[in-house]
């Protein structure tokens, strides 16, 4: 996990920046404001102002340690530009990741320490999250809904800061996945994302400043996949 802008510059959605290298369809940016996804988060979207005209950064690509940002005409761009993020779907997927940890909190507090298997964050509003609870009741699950939604209005401030990797090893909490964990930065921390007094957990992802930003949320189905693991959807409303 790199030290992106996005993380430092949250509210940086417009910047001016060169193109650095070119393919059909595909450039890499001098610096870069947009998330490029991972952990189950789509990546920002953007649009790229050129000398001739416009043009959709539709994703963004990790490729032999630079950022490749995916284009919907197969152009092939050199010299200065003026990039646009799409606010809109930056604002939807912070708000479903921010919701997601709230869901991943009161999880792993009621339900003795139940760890992620896996999760999803879209852009067209709605998220899943896996949990191992082999011996879940469902219907306990669907309760979480109204706990998850007073958080919300309860205006938490969610704040970011960074931890060396054998802290976030050997913090109770920290990682909270089966499987897998997100990868320390260039000089070796990782970072955590933290909800008042609720909760605080490694993650690359973004995020609000404050719960009271996002909309509530609805869960709007559980699944049983496999013998251990519940999938929980949800979905801003």
Partial sequence: MAHYLCHEQPD?????????????GAVVLGRTALHPGGGGQVSDAATLTHAHGAVRITGVAPEG??????LDEPLELNGDVHV???AARRSTVAQ??????????????????????????????????DFDLPEADNDALRLLEEPANEVIRSAM??????VSA??????????RSLSVAPPPTSDGTVRI????DLDRQACGGTHLTNTAQSKPIRIVKIENKGRRNRRVRIELV
């Fill in 12 to 24: 940086l959605l417009e910047f001016e920046t060169s193109v650095i290298a070119s393919r059909p």
């Fill in 65 to 70: 340690g630079m950022l490749w940002h995916l």
């Fill in 84 to 86: 646009a993020v799409d």
């Fill in 96 to 129: 479903l990741h921010t919701a997601t940890h709230i869901l991943n909190a009161l999880v792993y507090q009621r339900f003795a320490g139940a760890l992620v298997t896996g999760a999803q964050i879209n852009a067209d509003g709605t998220a899943r999250m």
């Fill in 157 to 162: 401030d969610v704040r970011t800061y960074y």
């Fill in 166 to 175: 054998a802290e976030a090893k050997s913090t109770q909490g920290l990682i």
């Fill in 193 to 196: 994302v933290e909800i008042g």
